[in-house]
Structures are given as structure tokens and as C-alpha cells.
DNA sequence: ACAAATCCTAGCAAAGTGCTATGTTTTCTG
DNA sequence: CAGAAAACATAGCACTTTGCTAGGATTTGT
């Protein structure tokens, strides 16, 4: 029942540019750099982002991300769809019909209830709550992060929440 | 972020338990074929159950299954434990450690209210409960199961709930 | 003794996860 | 206008997890 690093590196790169003064734009190279992310990998999972129509890019040379929209407007629920790809606990939830299991399913209503209650918490879980929630900065693992030497040969890339 | 078939086919299983009349037995063979589910797969998945002590087993001829416990008293944040393993939706709460990352983290205060507020729900939700929830008459569908033919050569299980 | 049930271990095919590699396109700068 | 820096995009691959099978050992009723 773990959310996977697409979620959680999502999570990640959105509070990076929660905590962006509005108006400046923000590099994914960046913050790849301080997050300790592939940024090969973080461009994909930004990719899955961008249908929600909560980024905001400008392409080229001195360009970046901003959120398109306030952080808060922006709802968890929406963003775990777009990065887990379902919420639904069970995969029928998803898939129209009610399984092929002859007459009543007997666990259907507690999957549904399940899936009701996490998504309830994530839609009224917003971004902007999130940033404040964490009263971290920034600015202080960054500014040690340029001293940092890239282990030559070997991903040095760890699993973070 | 979907649950694993253990959970799911655990709970099937527990939920024919107690809609068995009490002192009688239930044999894991019969389910398996009620639910068209693998023998052999919910095998292992009753035994992960036992260390719980929600069950009770007589071996040998006439043996079977039975709860150990009134269904009123089990809940789903111990069965969910034992069947999927854990519950919380990243690996680092449940490993000590806070995770390697510089300072603070920024997601764990959201990780760990999620995490809360799943276990909470499961914990409220009793077997009883679920039961009754159901309304269904476990014995229709296994009056007809007599009838089932094994397709012979490739297995004829399909996911369910 | 035999059969019927629960117990137990190892292994394996398929799916999913996490990431790398290799580009293409856009836009700013010298 | 050349080049660099950024976002955009696709394919593939090693590793892990999942879902199940195979084959047996142990217990107990008839």
C-alpha cells in the first residue's frame, strides 16, 4: 500500500515552487540538484503533472516552472490522480463493471468507503497547507549542496519520502 | 496505491467466517472453490492471518477453520497489518530513521496525517460491522458451484475485489 | 492403514517500479 | 547567427514485487 517515488517526488517539486516567491521562475535541474533526484526522472514525473494545468513553463535558455494557479487552489486529490495515475484502493473501483463475481460482491462497500474516506482527506488536503505545514528552508540544504561531488560510476540517487 | 490480493482475498475469507454459524468449522477448500480462489494461494495467505490469533484451526479430517474471536472484536488496521504487511503510504515511517535527508523533511508531516487518518478508519471498521454491511447470501453462489467445471491446463482464477 | 484436512518451503512467470539513455524543440545570449 | 541552456519526449532495461504453482510434511478422524 505504498505511493510510489512518482508521487512522492511530485510532492517534492511542487512545495519547491510553493515556497518560490510568485512571479520568479524555478529550474527542474535545480531542484533535482537539492532534492537529490534524478532529473532525468523528475522530468517525467513533472510530465504527468502538466495535464492538470497546474504548471505554468517557459521553455529556453533562463526559463523554469511556476505554479499556473495559487497553491491555495491546488488539492491533493487532483495531483495524486495525475501522479499515482488511480487513488481507488481496488481495481474494479475504477473499471465500470462491478467484477464478474456472481451476484453481490461482499467486500465492494468497504472498498468503496475506504476510497471515499482517502480521497475526501486528499481533497481538502491543499498545497498551500502542505507548505506552510513544513517549516523547513530551503535555502539552508541548497546552499551546502553545491560543495556536493557526484560518485562517478553508480546512480548515488536515494529513495526519500 | 492499490491493495494487494492478500488483503482482498484475507478479507473474503474472514468475512465467510463469520457469516458461519458459530461453533461450526469452515474448511479453506470450500471457500477457495465458493470464491475461485487458488487452494494453495489461500493457504498462505490464512497462515499469514494466524500470528494475529483471530483464528482457530482443527487439523485433519473434518478439520477447518473457524474465528477465534467474535467478529466484534476484530478490526481492519490488524488484519490489514498482517495481510499487506504494513499500512503506511511511505517506507521511512515505519524504519526509524527519519531518512537521510538534509534537515528537515517536507512531506513527512503530510505522510504521517495520511497514514493516521487510513489507520484510524481501519481500526473503527470491525469484521462485525463489515459483515452485516454486506448483504449477501454467501450460500446462493455455492449452491451453484457444484455445477463448475475446471477448465483443465491453465489456471481459471480471476481477480477480484 | 488410509484419507482428509491443515501446515510449510521453494521457486517462477508476469507485472510494476525506478531509473537511464538519447534525442528534439524552444528560447535566450554573445 | 551560432551556441548553450532550458523544457519536451520516447524507448528501453535492471530490479523488485506480486500472484501463483509444485511438492511435500504433519495431524487427525474413520
Same mark, same amino acid.
Request: a positive charge; proline letters at 12%; charged letters at 20%.
Given at each position: 500500500m505504498r505511493f510510489s517515488t512518482r508521487t512522492r517526488y511530485g510532492l517534492r517539486f511542487l512545495l519547491r515552487l510553493a515556497a518560490q516567491p510568485p512571479g520568479s521562475l524555478l529550474q527542474l535541474g535545480q531542484v533535482a540538484r537539492e532534492e537529490r533526484i534524478s532529473p532525468g526522472y523528475l522530468e517525467q514525473i513533472v510530465r504527468a503533472l502538466k495535464p492538470l494545468g497546474i504548471l505554468k513553463a517557459v521553455r529556453g535558455t533562463g526559463g523554469g516552472y511556476a505554479l499556473?494557479?495559487?497553491? +491555495?487552489?491546488?488539492?491533493?486529490e487532483d495531483v495524486f490522480l495525475h501522479l499515482e495515475g488511480e487513488i481507488a484502493p481496488v481495481r474494479c473501483l475504477t473499471t465500470?463493471?462491478? $467484477?464478474?463475481?456472481?451476484?453481490? $460482491? +461482499?467486500?465492494r462497500a468497504f472498498w468503496q468507503a475506504l476510497d471515499r474516506h482517502m480521497r475526501e482527506f486528499l481533497r481538502h488536503c491543499t498545497l498551500q497547507e502542505m507548505s506552510e505545514q513544513c517549516?523547513?528552508?530551503?535555502g539552508a540544504a541548497s546552499a551546502r549542496a553545491g560543495g556536493q561531488r557526484p560518485i562517478p560510476g553508480g546512480s548515488s540517487y536515494v529513495e526519500l519520502h
Open positions: 499556473a494557479r495559487p497553491a +491555495s487552489e491546488i488539492n491533493m465500470k463493471k462491478p $467484477c464478474t463475481h456472481e451476484g453481490q $460482491c +461482499s467486500t517549516n523547513n528552508t530551503p
